[in-house]
């Protein structure tokens, strides 16, 4: 044993970032990363039997002052204010009480610190050390609960300060975050877990091990046996390899890639976009080293800008768009998920989403794998702000929110496609929003904070920004909408609504000024427009439930001309093929997107359709005595000028509609539905048989659905669809697959009004169904789920004639 001592030092941290525990330590800190019992003697007894360099005891936060610039000051000025401002109506026991006072006699400058006194105390009280650690250590705790019971606030629904609870809140292991219920954080120093391998860097002040150790080399082959024994047992998945065969020729990724940039990644930011050019630069380089997670990234951009390709290889790219979405989901499902919990695996994932709407591949169901991704971010901790995490680059703190940001909207968005709950509210995270910078102010050596540009210039996180700072709000709107347990109120819809249409309003007009300028980030007609639809619909949804009701209630009359007028700015394209203008890329999205596009569309499109049958049965009701045709009129009939934007918005959905089918829409419901709505809408301004029109339009739209999508199959697969040949997930009877729970939906009002119990009808004993055309095309048949009410004559009374639909912020 030398007769080197110790150094004895005081420090405010453990040399491993903020200090997390709730109660103060009272061993030296080496003896605590050691997990040795430390006798806390000055020095301490192991720290001179090995001769440590130094010998280091925290402070206690009454004695040492924080910097004010620092995480603990704010807190101390959050606790004294929330005790200023609020009367706490707790009675405490006398001991607490006492302690009370005392802290804030702390606060008083003329008073003498509490510190100090105790130390005294302990001067000159030496009886019985032992209970005297006691009493301090009692002590210190009863002050603690005391500040921290003044600080937070009583009232049930009312949120605690994300600044004051960040310190309790969890914390991060090997870049996952576990909160506090984890076991994790229960886990305490053991005396008999003595380890000799662990030593203090004194120039770091941080724990290392000894790798020269022979425990150490141990340790790392017992890593790579467990890793060795978890390879074997699973498949190796070869379908990376295999995709590469579908990875078109330089030119037309180069078409892609702009294609997506050009319209996704301004609005959702996903991808540091001068990382990603670098990555993709250096993949067709040498394509067959690039890592798996930039190979998928580099597809799934590709499978994104293949919607807004014009080439004639579109079809064949959009069969292989499946092939790339399949090989990026094998890989994110693979075994041992956890080399795929970082960025590369986060971005991955929310563009294999993107793509699955955008692409058409099971987009409508994302909301299911959007709560994994969800789950996937929390426990990477990007819904703590990197300010709590600790030492941490400027790049990755910042993408950290932009990958929340971009998270939390798409859950929203998919939470209002499926109609069900976001499953998280503002409470659940404390992430600040994107800085407003752009991409090129932003690499990965940055050492130095951003400094972010004023709110009032347009950079490319400008509309990310604007979506985050409406986010509590839509959240609230869609969990009020979907809300089992709750009814929303009619006064309640009203106060969200003019919310939600004044920060519309204000958004859009912010963005809309840049359009044209020499910025070159400045938002195009796409991006305004797809803003607009992903917030505008928020306040169409908000007052569906009320739209119906307007025909029985004036109070309700509000409600029908806001979703009379959100459904027009929806319905509307950036460019109408229909009046010969260029198709351009809003228009293809339309044509091929599902998911959000789809359900915005088929919501505008139906509001529109009802309403405009409602007028023209209100105008047959008048004219009693005018002649009924027997057929359907050769001419087409004469549009009167009031209603002429909503004819006009059902002709662009038939249009739409069919080009989704050419396109590749497996499914036809949409352009029967529309094809026959249509027909049924002339026959009215016509004066023809209404019945007699739907059912010669119900024929001749099953026949071109049939026929265009024999040509789509053409168009990809080079061949004719020999529907004689067994396919895999395909046959005669389709249903809900095997294992499927035989549940039967409840009957809606307006199924139970109109008796649907007789469009199907069996015949023979094979179980093959005969269509009733002609019932089943009835209007009262198609419901989407718009009220309660079957007979849409019914639904409206009349509008004067001189009222013209206004519509608000028009853009475009």
Not at 145 to 166: A, F, K, W, Y
Request: hydrophobic share 35%; net charge negative; glycine share 6%.
């Amino acid at each position: 044993m030398g007769d080197k001592i110790p150094e004895v030092h005081n420090a405010d941290t453990d040399g491993t970032g903020p200090v997390r525990r709730r109660r103060p330590a009272l061993s030296c800190v080496e003896c605590r990363k050691r997990k040795v019992k430390c006798d806390r003697a000055r020095p301490c007894g192991p720290c001179t039997r090995i001769q440590s360099p130094t010998c280091t005891y925290r402070l206690h936060p009454w004695n040492s002052t924080p910097p004010w610039n620092s995480p603990s000051c704010h807190i101390t000025l959050t606790i004294h204010a929330s005790a200023e401002d609020r009367e706490s109506p707790i009675r405490r026991p006398s001991p607490i009480a006492a302690t009370s006072s005392e802290a804030s006699a702390h606060n008083d400058p003329n008073s003498p610190a509490p510190g100090l006194r105790s130390d005294s105390q302990i001067d000159l009280e030496k009886k019985d050390e032992t209970i005297q650690q006691l009493v301090d250590r009692v002590r210190q705790l009863e002050s603690t609960l005391g500040s921290s019971s003044n600080s937070l606030p009583l009232e049930p629904n009312s949120r605690v300060d994300p600044i004051v609870h960040q310190s309790t809140a969890g914390h991060f292991v090997k870049s996952k975050f576990y909160g506090e219920s984890h076991w994790i954080n229960v886990l305490e120093p053991y005396d008999a877990l003595d380890n000799s391998n662990v030593t203090v860097n004194t120039s770091t002040n941080r724990t290392e091990n000894n790798k020269e150790s022979e425990p150490y080399a141990t340790i790392a082959d017992c890593k790579r046996i467990a890793r060795a024994i978890k390879s074997s047992r699973i498949m190796q998945p070869s379908i990376l390899a295999d995709v590469q065969a579908y990875i078109p020729s330089r030119h037309i990724c180069d078409q892609l890639v702009q294609g997506y940039f050009r319209t996704f990644e301004g609005v959702l930011r996903i991808l540091h976009i001068p990382s990603f050019m670098k990555e993709y630069q250096t993949f067709w380089t040498d394509p067959t080293a690039a890592a798996p997670s930039v190979l998928l990234k580099i597809l799934l951009v590709c499978a994104i800008g293949v919607v807004f390709y014009k080439g004639p290889e579109q079809p064949r790219l959009r069969a292989d768009c499946t092939k790339w979405l399949q090989a990026a989901e094998s890989w994110l499902c693979a075994p041992h998920p956890k080399s795929r919990f970082n960025m590369a695996g986060t971005q991955v994932n929310i563009l294999i989403l993107l793509a699955r709407e955008v692409c058409a591949v099971d987009g409508d169901l994302v909301w299911v794998p959007g709560g994994r991704l969800l789950r996937g971010a929390m426990h990477l901790g990007l819904h703590r702000d990197p300010s709590y995490i600790g030492k941490m680059s400027v790049f990755h703190a910042e993408m950290r929110r932009r990958l929340w940001a971009t998270i939390l909207e798409m859950t929203v968005q998919s939470s209002l496609d499926m109609g069900m709950p976001p499953m998280i509210s503002p409470d659940d995270y404390d992430t600040l929003p994107p800085s407003n910078i752009n991409d090129e102010e932003l690499t990965e050596a940055e050492t130095v904070s951003l400094q972010p540009k004023p709110p009032h210039e347009f950079t490319q996180c400008s509309m990310q920004i604007a979506f985050y700072e409406t986010l509590p709000l839509r959240l609230e709107i869609c969990r009020s909408i979907n809300s089992l347990r709750f009814t929303l109120s009619y006064d309640e819809a009203i106060r969200l609504g003019a919310e939600m249409l004044a920060s519309c309003r204000e958004k859009l007009t912010f963005l809309q000024s840049f359009l044209g300028s020499p910025n070159p980030h400045a938002p195009n007609i796409f991006q305004l427009k797809l803003f607009d639809t992903l917030m505008r619909r928020f306040f169409l949804y908000l007052h569906r439930p009320f739209y119906v009701r307007s025909a029985h209630d004036p109070k309700f009359y509000y409600s029908r001309k806001v979703c009379l007028d959100a459904s027009l700015v929806l319905a509307r394209p950036t460019a109408n093929p229909t009046k010969g203008d260029e198709e351009d890329d809003w228009a293809r999205l339309t044509y091929r997107c599902v998911g959000f596009i789809k359900s915005c569309f088929l919501h505008s499109l139906s509001t529109i359709y009802f309403e405009l049958t409602s007028r023209l049965e209100d105008d047959q009701d008048t004219l009693l005595t005018a002649p009924l045709a027997t057929s359907p009129s050769a001419s087409r009939p004469q549009v009167p000028t009031e209603i002429r934007p909503y004819y006009d918005a059902l002709v662009f959905a038939r249009f739409a509609t069919e080009n989704r089918l050419r396109n590749g829409d497996a499914s036809g419901k949409g352009y029967i539905w529309f094809y026959v709505a249509l027909a049924r809408v002339e026959a009215l301004l016509a004066r023809d048989d209404p019945a007699f029109a739907v059912l010669a339009a119900s024929k001749r739209a099953v026949d071109n659905t049939a026929a265009l999508m024999r040509e789509v199959y053409f168009a990809e697969f080079g061949k004719h669809v020999d529907l004689s040949q067994p396919y895999p997930y395909a046959g005669k009877d389709h249903g809900r697959g095997d294992g499927a729970d035989d549940v039967a939906g409840t009957l809606r009002k307006v199924e139970e009004h109109t008796g649907l119990d007789g469009i199907f009808e069996r015949v023979g004993g094979n179980g093959e169904q005969d269509m009733d055309w002609e019932r089943l095309m009835r209007d009262e048949s198609f419901d989407i789920g718009w009220g309660d009410v079957g007979d849409p004559q019914g639904w409206f009374g009349r509008w004067n004639s001189g009222d013209d639909v206004e519509v608000f912020a028009n853009i475009y």
